[in-house]
Every structure is written in structure tokens, then in C-alpha cells.
């Protein structure tokens, strides 16, 4: 498919009223554009409209610029704020992780086999211990060491985002916390994968902290990162059963698919639009 | 909340073009219409276009007739069939059942305590057995036999349908095969619930044919009926796991559950506008 | 069947050690017993040992009190805690409510229909408005008001607990805080639903806790009911998924049938004597 | 921990009688074993009784023939087909491929980070494929094609089998059908993974076939080969919720982490001696 007829999305979010939809879909049929898929969501307590559509552009070429242009009244209008994505401008990202393997292991599978269309411009490390999977899959490593100085090390990171141009920085179980500066400049451009389902065990060892308490569900949950560690709005969540055979070692390793399938998922919904921040909550249009 | 304000549902199935949603939240909008949940579905195989749109009418009193006027035009264009439906007039739901009562009492506890939001104009059954407890809840209970004269009970099973004004029939458990006549005649006015994974184990006993496979777990399909048995556009799925220790008639008892909630949600979907016939298969326009 | 060939469950917890399992196993072997269902497991944290054997007794009559003698000296020779069960004497449960009805209905409809084989001494409630149901079951309704004197109601209750002879008291959303001396009077006897993914929103309105926190999964947890609020040991959980659409009162409504669902599964395996106290963990002993 | 003192596994089939359970758990504490875990299960329909008892021996070293010396009488005296595993000693695993690598990449993972206990003796496809994915594990690649000729083909993966002595063979999406002579000769040491929720969707292009019938709920299923394609006994199931904006591709693409995680279960039950043939049924003592 050429760029000029792919299908491009349109997300909005602005103040709720009247004639939103209208407006939107009024101006994409005018401008012979055909919605494929589009889903909107107006929250009551935030007094917030959330709207996505994909659509495609059947005749002739496609220009963003034009797009915009002519979008750009209706959008002062609603006092929206509204971005326009080209999906086949794969989405840059960036992940980190420390030594566990297993997120970064099926984030790599998905990217190779294209189930997860995106660039994954480098993945960057406090230890050495995965350059060999992330090399094989052709991918640039870079061992960025934390201990001594984390100052120079976040510094370091943050160049590497510009450089690269990444979109989004994934944590696939990267075991050191970001500082605020950095959580901050980038809000809603970094997930991470928490290893138990928040907000139950929050902090370290969840795994040990849910034998303790003899749990009956395990879970995962994949959220963005704020300065507040742990409390990041919520993407997605999923748990698995276990019973009282199973000791704290048997929970974590129960607990690695769900990890991997939860940050996979909340990746996916990032990548191609479906979430919105809502206060300290997500809106997500899932399919 | 009076009547005139109360939120109203409009449906819509049409073949699928461009334009449809821009006119639709157009008039919506002209209308002084606050959209309060929307959702489109373009069935690329089928060409069908399906949109379920909740709004209300904050000022002044709505009237359904000088909406529907305002709106045949615009239907008329696009070839709609289509239908408004006030929140506030209670589905009218005739029940049939034999002598399993977990999905009746399911239902039965929903209508009572509101979190089904329907009026259940009777249950009808072939058996004495359910009279009590549907009595208890202040409902008809009327006993149609079969045993002998098939056509007579379906005959009176159709007078009640008509002389209660109802718009569906739930078959919660009616182990009686219905006519292909009065099938076709209803078709999407008639919901089963069968306790099996459809298309596995069609047709009778499907739990000793679940033990039999030995499968590891089993389900219960809501589904429209139609005159091919076991065949009918899915609703509604539902599992649970089983092992080798659970007998054929533990089977049937951990089916119980899943049959039940299986049953209340396509019913809930359907009265609330929510499901679409799309040749053999549904559009379900979830929450 | 009669009782003297009915089904017995022996449990027993005791230290770990060599030769526990032969012994008991040889025991009933010697005693013509056949083994229909037997489950054992060492905790290696706890150095405890649990064990939940069923076992028919095919010929000539059984005589607990005849086999309770004989064993005595095994129990004794392992330090063991061990009791005989019946499965013919109906444990006898006290079920507590307040308003909110959608577990008693639960349970009254496991109890009527004999899936949850139970014998229900009473209901008790500190108000008057699940009398009704509740009567129409045959089964007592004791109306127990709290306000104003809580240590008479307590009172009041421990005599209706033991003049009901009750062996399990149910918390089917009963919204009163039992006191710390009967919480510890009756350890591994009181049963309650709190409606959260335990240690995740504890305390007081969790659904609102919930959505303010924007979780994408809700859930249910049955405990035994201890001295520390929210913290008694795990029996069941389970989990229901939600979006951004659902308000707190639709998470209210979608938690409503895991609740059920989770009190009637942990008050099933206590009665099967099928849950075990171990330290503030449970071990289940799941079919 | 040296191979003297790791767990074994004791695994017994043999018709059901009083005092089984007593002989074995009697004998395993005379020879001064240590029960880690032990699952029994007499089948009412077949009459056949199942044992799994995983042991330590903590003293002295524990040798695997006198062991089996000293219990011959008990098993001959009790009709027992057994077996003696060394846990140490990793089941020999030959794993067979087409074109798709999601069951493959997913159980290399778990090979390569030691989750699933096995040695992969080598990877055949009829196609090349797939060769640098298994080759970068440090495995073997073997390419068997069948075009033209399937019983030369045939005749050379028995070979393969038996000189590289493979314990098991794993059908990993491979796409051919299996002569009945080698099904019939490898009873119960062929592990397929079926792409639906079987008995539904049999044969060729199951997730077209789910799509045409419009289920909620798509599946896979992870059964022993038999000469009855599709009918061998099931071991594990897992099912996905889907709906109807799935296309046919969308549900061949969700159905992917259920079909990995239900042929990795169904792999891991197998290889730590946890199921047994039951007729046509299989006894599966999960953790």
C-alpha cells in the first residue's frame, strides 16, 4: 500500500459538548475520507471527550499538511488538543531492561515476526547480560551502568532518546527507578510493567509479598510512569490463578506470561493510538 | 427522570458508504442531541454497515414522532432499516422453560432487583415444576403441554407471544425443539441458551459428550434461534475448566453457573439494543 | 444411602515428617476403607502437614466411634489434629446480611436447589429488608439491630450462634465490624466477602477505590474473618475485567456476580472441609 | 544437588482396589523416601487407578535398581504398569515444524531459560524456514521434506527419533498429517497442538471456520497423536475472547499466545510425568 493511501488516525481529546462527532465526521466525509474504525468516549466526571478514528483515503494522494490545515479551525474551535498518524510511520521505541529476560524476549518475537509493528531503535541496559538476544535480532545494545552515577547514567539516557528519535521508552523490567525530572518530561511516553497487580503489592518482591499474604491470583500491570512510583495511570492488567503449592519462586515464574502478554498489550494499544491519558486514569479503545 | 428526557437509542443497519456517521451525528447535533455512548461497526465482507447511538434531549420535551419524521429523509438515502428506542419502555420478555430452573432463577433475580431492566410478561412452560417460584416473584405462570399435540402448544405458545405484547422470547432451558415455522417468524425475537461451546457437542446431552471427549473445559453459547438447530447467530460465550476428576454429572454442575451468566448477558445485550444480525453472525456492541 | 455407608472425609494437620501418609493409608486399609479422594501437602515454610482423605466403608456398618479409638494412637504417635466428618450431617450454617441481597440470594438458591449441600440455621440482619427472601425459603430471618448498643447485638448473635448449634457463620455483605473477641472466639469460623482484589482497596466503598485508581480488572475476595480487618487468610478470589466506561456504580453492578460467586465457592470448600488454616495462608484442597 | 539425592518420580496405572494407596506410601517409607508431592486418582468409568509421588531420598544414595527390585512384588501383586524418573535426567524432546514459528520461538524461550526442564534433540521441518531461529540455540536442524515421497520421509524421522533417543515428539504447527502406523507406534509420545477449541473446528483452516460461525471465544487445543486426526486425547485447552470486528486473520493472530501457552503447558505436564492415558481421556495431576 502506498503512504498516500494508507490508513491514517486522528486523535482528539478536548472539552465535551454538542456536535463533536458531527463536526469530525462531517469534516472526513467532506474530505471524502472513509472511517474504518472509530470509537469516542466523553467522561462525566472529568467533563473530557476522547475521540479516535482511522480512516482511509481511497482517490488521489493523501497530504497530512493539507489535513491539517483544513482541520485546524474546527479544532481551535472545540479547543481540542489532536494529533494525525501515519501508520505506516512505524513508531520509534526504545526499551530498557535489566537482566530479566522475559518481556524484552517476547517484545523482540513480536517485533520480528511483525506482530508488533514497530522500530525498536536500541535497547539500553544497566547490565551486559542481553546484549546477545537483543544483537541477534539485530538490534542495537548499549550498556549504560547506573551504579556510582545516576545522574550521568539518566543524562546518558536521555541522549539516547533525542539521538535515536524514539517515540517511547519501555521498561521491560528495568529495575531502577527513573527520577522525577525524567518522569516528568516524558508523561505518557513511558511504560513500564509492575509484577503484581496494583495497586495490591506495590514495591519491591511483589512475588514474595503475595505468598506472604497467600494470594489466590497473581497479576501484572502495565502502566505509565509518573514521579509517583507505582501510581502511574493503569493500561492493562491481567492475572493468573495459583494455590498454595506454589512457593514465592513458583509465583514468579508462574507470573512471567502474564507479564509478557500484559506489557505486550499495553505497547500495542500505545503504539497504535488507543490510549489517552484521563486524570490519573486511561481511556483505551481496545478492538 | 421523565420520560421526555430520558435517554433514547437509535439503530441503524444499512449497506456501508462513506458519510453515514457525518449525517447521522449532523441531525443528531441539529437535534440538540447529547450523545451519551456511540458505536459503529463496517463489516467489510458483508458490506453492512451497523451503528447503535444513545443520547439524550436535555431541553424541552422530545417527541419520538416528529424525530422519526425529521429522520426519514436521511434513513430513505442511505437505504437504513432502523429503529428508536426509549430507555424507559421496559422490553417486554416472555420466558419458556422445562424443569432446570438455574437460568430462570437467574433471570428472575436480575428482574427483581433491577439489574435486568425488563418486564417479564410470563413463563410459559411445558412442566408444572417452575410455578412456585416464578409465582413467588408475582409472575404469570402458564403451563403449555406438548406431550401429544405439538402444533396446539405452539399455536398457544403464539397467542401468548401475541396477546402479551412481547417482544422476545428466552428460552432458559425449554428442552422442546421449536417449529421451523414459528422459528423463521421470529427470527431475532428468540434467544436459547445452549450448554455447550457451539459448534462442539450440537445437539443433546452435551455435557456426556464433553465427559466422553474429555475435554478440559467446558461452555454454554446464548445464541438467536433459528429453524437449523444448534445453529443460530452466537450471542453470547462462555467457559469454565474442568478436569478428569469431575464426573459427567459434575460437568453439568459446573456448567450451571456459566450457563446462567451466559444467558443474562445476551439478554441484557439484546434489550438494550446492543446486538446486531449480520447473515449468520452478530454485531455486539459491547459496553 | 445410609449413613453407616456414606462417605467420611478425615482431616488432619499435623507437624511434617517420614511415613504420615503410610500410615493413615495402611490404617484404612486395615479398615476396609476405599479411598474416593485424597490430598496432602507439606508446607516447607511452615514445616505443617495437611491432609483431606474420603473414604466409603462397603460393608457392614460404620462406627465413628469405633474408628475414632483406633486412630487415636496414630493421631497421637504424630501429634495430629484431626477431625471425622459425615458427609451425611449437613454442616449448619448462620448466614449474616445487611441490604444489599445479591449473595443471599446466591446461597439461597445453591441451598434450595442442594448444590451447596448445607443445612441454613438462621439469617441474621441488622435491618429488616431481606426478610421477605429470605422467609420465602422457609428458613428463619432474626432481625439483630446493631445501632446504639453494638455489645449487645454481639451478644445476642453468640447466642443465636450457639443455640442454633451453627458450626459457620457467613458474612453475605454484612456491613457491621465484628469485634476483636469473637473474631478470635471463632477463628477459621466466620467466613466474609470483601468486594476488592484483596490487599488491593481495602476499608470502606472499594469499587469508588477502584475506579478512582482506573483499574482494568475488579474483583472479589472470600477470607476468614480475623481480629485485623481485611487481612484474615485468603480463601477464593476472582476477578472480572472493566473499562474506562464502566462508572463506580457499573463497577458496583459488575462486581456483583464475582462476589457471589466467590462467597459460594468458599463457603463450598469449607463445608467440604476441603480449606485449612495455615499460619495466614490457606490451603485449598480444590476438586 | 547430586543426582543421588534429587527427586524421583513414581508413576503407577493399575486397576483400582482398597490399599494401593497404603502399599506404595508404606514402602516409600520404609525405603526412608520423603513425599514432596503425590497425586492419586481412581477413575469409577474405567476402574483404573493413576498414581504420581515425587520423592526425595535424603540419606545415603539412592539407587534406581534396588529401588525397583525391592518394589517389583507390590507392582506385580497390584497389576501396575510403572515407571522410575530421575528428575536430573532431562526428557529428550524431538520437536517437528512447518512454516510458522510462534509455538517454536515461544518453546525455545522456555528452553533456553531453563522454565521448561527438557533437551531439545533436534528441530525437523519439511520446510527451511526455520533453521536460523533453531540453529542460534545452539540446536540441530534437520530438513525432512515430504513432497513426492511421505513414507521415505516418514521412515527417516523414525530414524531420527530413535538415534537421537527422543522421549517425545512435538508437533509445533507442524502442517502434515502423520501416517496411522507411527501414531499407532508412538502411542501417547506424539504431543500436537490443534489451532481451535476441539471438538469444534476439526481439520483444515480452523480459524476460518470460527470466523464463518461467528464465535465470542476462540481456542487451542494440545492433544496426543492418534490414527483419529483430531480425536487423540486432549491434555490442555485455552481459549481467547474475540468479537466481531475479528476478521479471520485477527483471530488466526490472537489465537497465537494461546496456542504457544497451551502447547508449552500441555509439554511441561508431560515431560514431569503428570499425565496419563485414560481410554480416550487423559488424567492431568496439575500442580
Redesign the interface.
Known amino acids: 500500500m502506498s503512504p498516500e493511501h494508507a490508513p491514517h488516525i486522528l486523535t482528539i481529546t478536548c472539552p465535551d459538548t ?2 463533536i ?3 469530525v ?5 467532506d474530505e ?14 472529568t467533563g473530557q471527550f476522547f475521540m479516535r478514528t482511522q480512516f482511509c483515503y481511497p482517490e488521489g494522494g493523501f497530504s497530512a499538511d493539507s489535513f491539517s490545515e483544513a482541520f485546524a479551525p474546527i479544532a481551535a474551535n472545540f479547543s481540542m488538543q489532536w494529533s494525525l498518524h501515519d501508520t505506516t510511520a512505524k513508531p520509534r521505541v526504545l526499551i530498557m531492561v535489566s537482566k530479566h ?2 518481556c524484552l ?1 517476547d517484545l523482540l ?1 513480536r517485533y520480528r ?1 511483525g ?1 508488533l509493528d514497530i522500530e525498536i531503535t536500541a535497547v539500553v541496559s544497566n547490565h551486559e547480560d542481553l546484549r546477545e538476544l537483543t544483537e ?1 535480532h539485530g538490534i542495537e545494545f548499549m550498556h549504560v551502568p547506573v551504579a556510582g552515577d545516576k545522574p550521568a547514567a539518566e543524562a546518558k539516557l536521555k541522549a539516547i532518546f533525542a539521538g535515536t528519535r524514539s517515540d517511547l521508552i519501555v521498561l521491560a523490567r528495568y529495575m531502577q527507578v527513573l527520577s522525577d525530572q525524567i518522569c516528568t518530561e516524558l508523561t505518557g511516553k513511558i511504560i513500564n510493567i509492575h509484577h503484581s ?5 506495590k514495591g519491591a518482591r511483589p512475588y514474595h509479598q503475595a505468598y ?6 497473581i ?1 501484572a500491570t502495565a502502566h505509565y510512569v509518573t514521579a509517583d512510583l507505582d501510581e502511574g ?7 493468573e490463578r495459583v ?5 514465592a519462586d ?1 509465583l514468579t ?1 508462574v507470573g ?2 502474564a507479564e509478557a ?1 500484559t506489557l505486550a498489550r499495553a505497547v500495542k494499544y500505545h503504539v497504535e493510538h488507543r490510549v489517552f491519558l ?1 486524570g ?5 479503545f ?2
Chains 1, 2, 3, 4 share one sequence.
Open positions: 454538542i456536535g462527532v458531527a463536526e465526521a462531517g469534516f472526513l466525509r471524502k475520507c472513509f472511517i474504518e474504525e472509530s470509537s469516542h468516549f466523553g467522561d462525566a466526571d529476560d522475559h524476549n518475537y515476526t506482530t541477534w497487580f496494583l495497586p495490591g503489592f506472604e499474604r497467600g494470594v489466590k491470583l497479576g495511570p493503569i493500561i492493562e492488567q491481567v492475572v494455590n498454595h503449592t506454589h512457593s513458583d515464574a512471567r506470561d502478554i484521563d490519573n486514569r486511561t481511556v483505551v481496545r478492538q
